[in-house]
């Protein structure tokens, strides 16, 4: 029997590029939102379309400037205290879904 992924299940897919331009996809678990600034949340999906056990990836929500686009770009987060401040907010919001490992 073969499985269909046509449906809900890319409705919480996102697909990025990495710094060599490989397609990466992850699974987008939440938004959060800190200081009047938003940031994603997401767990990276195997080649195999399996979510990886290890390492959620959190980044910045940026608006492009160009006018009437509705794209989003997201960028890495060098501060470590507002990552840590993200990744607590997160663990609070869904800490009876996950199991957190520190």
Same mark, same amino acid.
């Given at each position: 029997?073969?499985?269909?992924? /046509?449906?809900? #299940?890319?409705?919480? %897919? @996102? %697909? ?7 397609? @990466? &996809?992850? #699974? ?12 994603? @949340?997401?767990?990276? !999906? *195997? ?8 390492? +959620?990836? %959190?980044? &910045?929500?940026e608006?492009?400037?160009?006018e /009437?686009?509705? #794209?989003? *770009?997201?960028? *890495? !987060?060098?501060?470590?205290? @507002? ?5 607590? !907010?997160? $663990?609070? $919001?869904?800490?009876?879904?996950? /199991?957190? +490992?520190?």
């Amino acid at each position: 029997m073969e499985e269909n992924f /046509d449906g809900e #299940e890319l409705d919480n %897919i @996102v %697909i990025l590029n990495d710094e060599e331009g490989n397609e @990466v &996809k992850f #699974e987008f678990l939440d938004l959060v939102e800190l200081d009047d600034e938003e940031y994603v @949340v997401l767990l990276p !999906i *195997s080649e195999e379309g399996e979510e990886e056990e290890g390492e +959620v990836v %959190i980044l &910045k929500v940026e608006d492009t400037d160009e006018e /009437d686009a509705e #794209e989003e *770009s997201y960028v *890495s !987060i060098e501060d470590e205290e @507002v990552l840590n401040k993200v990744f607590e !907010i997160f $663990k609070e $919001k869904f800490k009876d879904d996950f /199991d957190f +490992v520190d």
